[in-house]
């Protein structure tokens, strides 16, 4: 009996939580349906209005405009300001118009529908004077500084700064201590110091000036360069010499850090560049070192990865950004087998007769370059650069990293850390070093050493392949793409040392940096010429180069 009197009292309460909670969501359902109406209901009430009000009553207006919470309060507060905002006068339907041929080109205010074209005396524009100009700058400054996106705010410190008055700089004062973001906090304090240097108290004046200290921005270089020169800085020429002194030391301090960014973007392109040699002269270190054949047509094998890649993105026209990922293994695959069949075909042939392997080697990379000739043209073919390689990396204004040469440092060691651990680590890469170190003693050990001269001669044409990928992304592809980089892959194999693969890698990076520092000064040709002259003393001295190969063969 208890369960039966106990169960309708339960059942009748979750009914009516149910009900309940079925009432408040219809409640909530019908505000959230309201809101949108009643957002855009206040946008119109506010924007409607304005050709009809007296310039006298605009700045109340506009105030009652910027107030409005919506997200494109902004967009049509800077076409006020900007002269975009029109009436069309038979319907005073509110638009945006820009000029086009000999009429204007109209999207509603509101909405942002395109609205067609329209003749000039079809619409009316709503005026405004430079007083409610600064007005409007405010009101946009600060909509744009309560922005959540960092970015958004950035560029809105950078519009103000541009055109200050009062209203603005007091609102980048307030926004001060408020901001987070570091990059923000910066282009604020810079646009206050910038102020303060224009303005009539010297004291003031000063403290800009030890602010801007060492700051890279050009306006601020700009403006102290003319306070420097005792020319106008703002409303007020400058007549103390101190404050003159004090700008002088603060460009010397800025010139001395731009020498530091300037040398710091030299080493990174030397860095990239050796990359690039080094990604060009490990495989030819491989085949020199172990079979002691001077490969010349090594350039054409990079060529051919560098045509892979351009033949890969015209297979995937919509899948650019994942073509390189696709090109690798594939330009890899494609000039091993080559470089096999070159050895197989000729090379094994002509050992113990290196110039007859050179004047073979260097007729085929004659053929090679005929061959892409006749298949693609002779023209240069262009290699798209995918979104993620795009675009550079901003340290400061005055340094700024391209992604695409940091992506191939990073790509040229990944490829050095793979081959050195497969000469380390496998099998092939043990005979390898054995038949490099002892030809004859690896051959009594039973070492098939003509197998291991195949994989050798395949792995550094492989690893050319590759390299041909990496330059893709940094220069049109064409027939003589190798020819401008095997006299530089033999200088870093020869002053590296034959066969060491850590060698090539310092000896890359090294003649690298070493070429791009000497461009300033003594141009491109003769910054060659002097490398190579470099290079012939420096094996007088250490014909073996900086790293040797060790071994009785080497040895005796």
Known sequence: MMKLIDTPPKTVCWETLLFLLASCLCAIALMLAGLAPA???????????????????????????????????????????????????????????????????????????????????????????????????????????????????????????????????????????????????????????????????????????????????????????????KTDAGDYIEADSGIRNLAAVALKKIEFKLELNHLGETLFFGLSLGAVLVLAAIGLAITFGVMGVINMAHGELMMLGAYTTYVVQMLMPNSIDLSLFVAIPAAFMITALVGIGIERGIIRFLYGRPLETLLATFGLSLVLQQLVRSVFSPLNRSVSTPSWMSGSLE??????????????????????????????????????????????????????????????????SGIAGVAG???????????????????????????????????????????????????????????KILMLVFIILFIQKRPRGLFPQKGRATEA
């Not at 340094?399 to 081959?419: D, E, G, K, P, Q």
């Not at 940094?474 to 002053?495: E, H, K």
């Open 39 to 229: 957002r855009a209901d206040a946008l119109a009430d506010a924007v409607n209005p304005l050709p009809s009000i007296p310039m006298l009553g605009m700045e109340q207006a506009i105030t009652r405009l910027a107030n409005v919470q919506d997200p494109r309060v902004p967009g049509v507060l800077k076409a006020l300001r900007d002269g975009r905002l029109f009436t069309i006068k038979t319907s005073g339907r509110m638009v945006f118009a820009d000029p086009k041929d000999d009429g204007f080109k109209l999207a509603d205010a509101l909405s942002g529908e395109a609205l067609g074209e329209a003749e000039r005396f079809d619409i009316k524009k709503v005026a405004v004077n430079n007083a409610l100009r600064n007005v409007l700058n405010a009101a946009i400054a600060r909509l744009e500084l309560d922005a959540p996106d960092a970015r958004q705010r950035l560029k809105a410190v950078e519009s103000v700064s541009q055109n200050p008055n009062p209203e603005t700089l007091s609102l980048l004062a307030k926004q001060l201590p408020l901001e987070k973001d570091g990059a923000v906090r910066e282009a604020i304090q810079v646009a206050l110091a910038l102020a303060d240097l224009a303005g009539p108290d010297k004291a003031l004046r000063s403290k800009a000036i030890h602010a801007l200290e060492g700051n890279l921005n050009q306006d601020v270089r700009n403006r102290l360069a003319a306070l420097q020169e």
């Open 395 to 460: 340290i400061n204004s005055a340094l700024s990293l391209t992604l695409n040469r940091f992506y191939i440092i990073l790509f040229s060691l990944l490829v050095f850390l793979a081959l050195l651990a497969i000469l380390k680590k496998t099998r092939l890469g043990l005979e390898v070093r054995a038949v490099a170190q002892n030809r004859a003693m690896a051959k009594a050990m039973g070492i098939r050493t003509d197998w291991v001269d195949a994989m050798t001669f395949g792995l550094g």
């Open 469 to 527: 990928v990496a330059l893709s992304q940094l220069t049109n592809v064409g027939p003589n793409l190798g020819q401008a980089y095997i006299v530089d892959s033999f200088m870093v194999v020869v002053f590296g040392g034959v066969g060491n693969l850590w060698g090539t890698l310092v000896g890359g990076l090294t003649l690298g940096v070493a070429d791009k520092i000497l461009e300033p000064y003594a141009g491109t040709v003769l910054a």
